[in-house]
């Protein structure tokens, strides 16, 4: 919701489609930091041991269920996120000029945060289960975001869009302007989680349980 007021209401008048759907930009990125930190902390509260043991040879497929659960929960988060974004962001919109937002571009915002947070909540749960560490993992994700990104970004637009960060922002509409299509930035973020979640099972069926 501070998102929301910062864009609509201190970035002066917006006044293209595109503008106003930045506006209403929810933060994905969190959602990644809610998966790691809850997977993180199962390692971290030693209840991710009795959980393996119990699972047995199921390992795979008890990775599988939390990432499951926490996706599931992620969309929850995500979908109230995105209504609270709504809410408060297009009666500030309809004082700007230009063309109002319709049905079809709110659709478009509301699916693409829910995609992008999806995503991202697998791939912190991913994370999460690799780090085994809720403080390294939470480091690790905020320097990527908040550091490294900007700094390709700066450097090479195309390079920064190609990062999960930076392909979530183009999904989201709070990049705009680019080359990267919200098509191609969606796959570009699956593809980054994808992979990821393979890595994390591998690992998961090799390490110890303590």
């Known amino acids: 919701m501070l998102n929301v007021v910062a864009v609509a209401v201190a970035s002066g008048e917006l006044d293209s489609i595109s503008e106003k759907r930045e506006a209403l930009t929810g933060l994905p990125f969190l959602l ?23 699972a047995g040879n199921e390992r795979v497929r008890l990775l599988l269920a939390r990432a499951g659960v926490y996706a ?12 609270a974004s709504l809410a408060l962001g297009l009666p500030l919109l309809a004082d700007h000029p230009g063309p109002d937002l ?14 992008a947070g999806l995503l991202f909540v697998i791939m912190g749960v991913a994370l999460g289960a690799l780090v085994r560490n809720q403080v390294a993992g939470v480091v690790a994700l905020l320097m990527l975001n908040f550091v490294l990104n900007p700094l390709l970004s700066k450097a090479d637009e195309a390079v920064g869009n190609l990062t999960p960060f930076g392909a979530a922002q183009v999904l989201t509409g709070m990049t705009h ?3 990267l299509s919200i098509g191609a930035a969606a796959l570009v973020l699956a593809a980054w989680t994808a992979p990821l979640l393979v890595v994390a099972i591998a690992s998961d069926r090799r390490r110890d349980l303590a």
Request: aromatic letters at 4%.
């Open 32 to 54: 990644a930091l809610f998966g790691v930190v809850g997977v993180a902390g199962e390692f971290r509260h030693r209840t991710a041991a009795p959980a393996a043991l119990a």
């Open 72 to 83: 599931a929960t992620g969309l929850g988060i995500t979908a109230a996120m995105t209504a």
């Open 102 to 115: 319709g049905v079809g571009d709110v659709a478009a915002v509301a699916s693409a945060n829910l995609g």
């Open 177 to 179: 302007d680019t080359t």
